[in-house]
C-alpha cells in the first residue's frame, strides 16, 4: 500500500538557519504531494502542494520539488524563524478511486534565537 | 461557516462513558476524515465519508467505535464503553474533489480518565 517516511525528529536549528526536512514515498501511479504544518495548540494547515512531477510548491518562504526518479518531496526553507516552530508532516494523495490520504509521522521542527 | 468546525474541544470522560465528537465540515465538501493523534504520535487514520457512505472505514481501532455522517454535513464519532487509551486528540478534515488537500478542524481533546 501507500507510505510516506518522513525523517525522525526533534530537528533544533538556529534562527536564520537552513532547513531540510526529506519526505519519501511508496505508491502506484501518480500521487498528490503535500505538506501540512502544525503549529503549537493549534489543527493541522496546508502548507504546500504539487499535483505532477518536477512541480514546485511553496508558501510562507518554504518549498518542496516533486522528485518522480527519487520517488521524494523534501521540504525547505532558507531562512529559519522562531515562528516556524511547529511539527510538520508530509502526504500523499493516490490518484484515481477515493482520496484516501496517507501521512507520514511528522517531524518537530523547534528554531531557537 | 468559513472552517472545520468540532466540538466538544476538549472532554473528559470516566472509563466506560460513551462518547460523542461533532464535525461540521466546510459547506460543499464532499469528503470527510476521521483521524487520531495520540500524544507526540503521527496521524491515525479512522475513517472516510464521501457523501454519507463510508467507504473505508478499516482505521476504526474496535467495534467501539462508530461514525456517521448524515448527507454531505455534519458527522459524528462515537467511541463507547471508553478506555484509557482511547485518550487523544481527534481531528476531522473535509475536502471537495480534486487535490486540493484536507481543511483540518482544530480537533476534539479527549482524556479518559
Known amino acids: 500500500g501507500d507510505s510516506v517516511t518522513q525523517m525522525e525528529g526533534p530537528v533544533t536549528l538556529s534562527e536564520e538557519a537552513f532547513l531540510t526536512i526529506n519526505c519519501t514515498y511508496t505508491?502506484?501511479?501518480?500521487?498528490?504531494l503535500f505538506w501540512y504544518v502544525q503549529y503549537p495548540g493549534e489543527g493541522l494547515q496546508l502548507l504546500l502542494k504539487?499535483?505532477?512531477?518536477?512541480d514546485k510548491g511553496s508558501n510562507k518562504g518554504f518549498e518542496a520539488t516533486y522528485r518522480k526518479e527519487t520517488t521524494s518531496f523534501h521540504l525547505e526553507k532558507g531562512s529559519v524563524q522562531v515562528s516556524d516552530s511547529a511539527v510538520y508532516f508530509c502526504?500523499?494523495?493516490?490518484?484515481?478511486?477515493?482520496?484516501?490520504?496517507?501521512f507520514g509521522i511528522g517531524t518537530k521542527l523547534q528554531v531557537i534565537p | 461557516g468559513a472552517g472545520v468546525s468540532q466540538s466538544p474541544s476538549n472532554k473528559v470522560t470516566e472509563k466506560g462513558k460513551d462518547v460523542e465528537l461533532r464535525c461540521d465540515p466546510i459547506?460543499?465538501?464532499?469528503?470527510l476524515y476521521w483521524y487520531r493523534q495520540r500524544l507526540g504520535q503521527g496521524l491515525e487514520f479512522l475513517i472516510y465519508?464521501?457523501?454519507?457512505?463510508?467507504?473505508?472505514k478499516s482505521g476504526l481501532p474496535s467495534d467501539r467505535f462508530s461514525a456517521e455522517r448524515t448527507g454531505e454535513s455534519v458527522s459524528t464519532l462515537t467511541i463507547q464503553r471508553t478506555q484509557q487509551e482511547d485518550s487523544a486528540v481527534y481531528l476531522c478534515?473535509?475536502?471537495?474533489?480534486?487535490?486540493?488537500?484536507?481543511?483540518f478542524g482544530e480537533g476534539s481533546r479527549l482524556t479518559v480518565l
Open positions: 478534515a473535509s475536502s471537495s474533489t480534486g487535490t486540493g488537500g484536507l481543511f
Open positions: 505508491a502506484t501511479g501518480y500521487p498528490s
Open positions: 504539487a499535483t505532477k512531477a518536477d
Open positions: 502526504a500523499l494523495t493516490s490518484p484515481g478511486g477515493y482520496q484516501k490520504v496517507t
Open positions: 459547506s460543499g465538501h464532499t469528503a
Open positions: 465519508f464521501q457523501g454519507n457512505s463510508a467507504p473505508d
